[in-house]
């Protein structure tokens, strides 16, 4: 099943590419494994432009720790949450709520019948949970210290860190002070904590 993720990543990346020369760049760089291909991706929302990232990254986050499916409306009320603000940040919202597909690439799937996203396969949640070795705790590899590595990195969450931001940001939405019926649609609290 690994296998036909792998090739669908690469299909991707490929059918987006316009020139023959590229298509032959892309194929003759294809990355060894799935997580190498992850990466990959997340080097392309990097260098997607500057709101890819912070969103992608905050996607991830919402979708690898929620412990029921979200709605793309729920995910874009998410992206809104900031702690220590009484009310949501629309600024750090999207215009149009289908540029969260396009700012998470391949890692993530919509359904249109049920308006839901979710990751697009199980090794997405997989790689972006990290698993500290006794290894990466004492010593960090040379890679590790990169800054290419460390821009992946901000997409990948530790299993405690990650239950503890999406509890921060659950406190900040029930603080929240709607006044307005206009977020009533995402009314996505309760049911998003952590798995």
Request: charged share 25%; glycine share 6%.
């Amino acid at each position: 099943m690994c296998r036909f993720r792998w090739v669908q990543c690469q299909l991707d990346t490929i059918i987006n590419l316009r020139r023959p020369e590229s298509i032959r760049k892309a194929i003759d760089d294809l990355p060894k494994g799935l997580y190498g291909t992850y990466n990959r991706i997340i080097r392309a929302i990097e260098d997607g432009g500057k709101d890819d990232g912070p969103i992608a990254q905050r996607c991830l986050l919402w979708l690898a720790g929620a412990i029921t499916p979200l709605t793309l409306a729920q995910l874009d009320e998410a992206i809104m949450i900031e702690t220590g603000r009484s009310s949501l940040n629309n600024d750090k919202g999207v215009i149009n709520p289908k540029d969260i597909l396009a700012a998470c690439r391949s890692l993530v799937i919509y359904n249109e019948m049920t308006g839901v996203v979710a990751l697009a396969h199980y090794s997405v949640k997989v790689w972006s949970i990290k698993v500290y070795t006794a290894r990466s705790l004492i010593l960090p590899c040379k890679e590790y210290l990169t800054c290419q590595r460390a821009s992946i990195e901000k997409y990948r969450f530790s299993v405690s860190n990650m239950h503890a931001d999406i509890c921060q940001f659950a406190i900040a939405y029930l603080l929240c002070d709607f006044e307005f019926e206009e977020h009533k649609e995402g009314a996505m609290l309760f049911f998003l904590c952590i798995n």
